[in-house]
T-cell receptor, first 112, second 109 residues
Framework: DGGITQSPKYLFRKEGQNVTLSCEQN?????MYWYRQDPGQGLRLIYYSQIVNDFQKGDIAEGYSVSREKKESFPLTVTSAQKNPTAFYLCASSINSNQPQHFGDGTRLSIL | AQRVTQPEKLLSVFKGAPVELKCNYS??????LFWYVQYSRQRLQLLLRHISRESIKGFTADLNKGETSFHLKKPFAQEEDSAMYYCALKVGSQGNLIFGKGTKLSVKP
C-alpha cells in the first residue's frame, strides 16, 4: 500500500547507539503496529497502538520504545538495551482492530 | 498457548499442479485467520481472510475448527504464485496477529 511509508530502507547502527525507525501512513488508520522479522521466523509483534497517545507492548517489547503523538506517525526506537537488533522491521496499520493490517516495505537494521 | 504452525518451509510444485499450503493453529478463543503473501521485492499483502470466504487469485482457504486448520489451496498453480506465504491468527480484541514462520512456494515451469 502506497499509504504506509517506512524510512529508511536500510539502517546501520553502532554498538551502544539508539536508532529510530520511521513509519508514516496517510490512510487515516487508527491502529498501527511494529513487527520484527528474523530469517526463518514469522513476524513477531513489538508494539502496537490503537489510538493516538496510547500504545501497548507486544510479545518482544524489551529494548524498544515507541510514541504515537500523531495519528499518522508511529516511530520505533531501537535502544542500546536491545541485545540483538539486527533484523527486518515491518510497520503495519489498519482502520481499526477489526480490519486487516496493511504493511509497509520494511526497514533492514544492521549493526556495524 | 496461542500458536500458528506452518509445517513446510518450502513447497515446490510444477505449473498446473494443485497446491496446498498447510496452516494449523492453537487458540482457545474464536479464531480469525488470514493468509498473507509476499512476492519477490514486494511488500507483505493480505491474500485471504477466512470470514470473507472469498477466492483471491484462485486461492481458497477453509477454516476447519475440528482440525484447527486453515490450509490454503489452489487447484492449478501458476508460476506467478511463487512467493512467501504466511498464515496469521488474530488474537484478542486489539487486532494483534500471530504469524506462522511462513512457507516458500516455488512453482516450476
Amino acid at each position: 500500500d502506497g499509504g504506509i511509508t517506512q524510512s529508511p530502507k536500510y539502517l546501520f547502527r553502532k554498538e551502544g547507539q539508539n536508532v529510530t525507525l520511521s513509519c508514516e501512513q496517510n490512510l487515516n488508520h487508527d491502529a498501527m503496529y511494529w513487527y520484527r522479522q528474523d530469517p526463518g521466523q514469522g513476524l513477531r509483534l513489538i508494539y502496537y497502538s490503537q489510538i493516538v497517545n496510547d500504545f501497548q507492548k507486544g510479545d518482544i517489547a524489551e529494548g524498544y520504545s515507541v510514541s504515537r503523538e500523531k495519528k499518522e506517525s508511529f516511530p520505533l526506537t531501537v535502544t542500546s538495551a536491545q541485545k540483538n537488533p539486527t533484523a527486518f522491521y515491518l510497520c503495519a496499520s489498519s482502520i481499526n482492530s477489526n480490519q486487516p493490517q496493511h504493511f509497509g516495505d520494511g526497514t533492514r537494521l544492521s549493526i556495524l | 498457548a496461542q500458536r500458528v504452525t506452518q509445517p513446510e518451509k518450502l513447497l515446490s510444485v510444477f505449473k498446473g499442479a494443485p497446491v496446498e499450503l498447510k496452516c494449523n493453529y492453537s487458540y482457545s478463543g474464536s479464531p480469525e485467520l488470514f493468509w498473507y503473501v509476499q512476492y519477490s521485492r514486494q511488500r507483505l499483502q493480505l491474500l485471504l481472510r477466512h470470514i470473507s470466504r472469498e477466492s483471491i487469485k484462485g486461492f481458497t482457504a477453509d477454516l476447519n475448527k475440528g482440525e484447527t486448520s486453515f490450509h490454503l489451496k489452489k487447484p492449478f498453480a501458476q508460476e506467478e504464485d511463487s512467493a512467501m506465504y504466511y498464515c496469521a491468527l488474530k488474537v484478542g480484541s486489539q487486532g494483534n496477529l500471530i504469524f506462522g514462520k511462513g512457507t516458500k512456494l516455488s512453482v516450476k515451469p
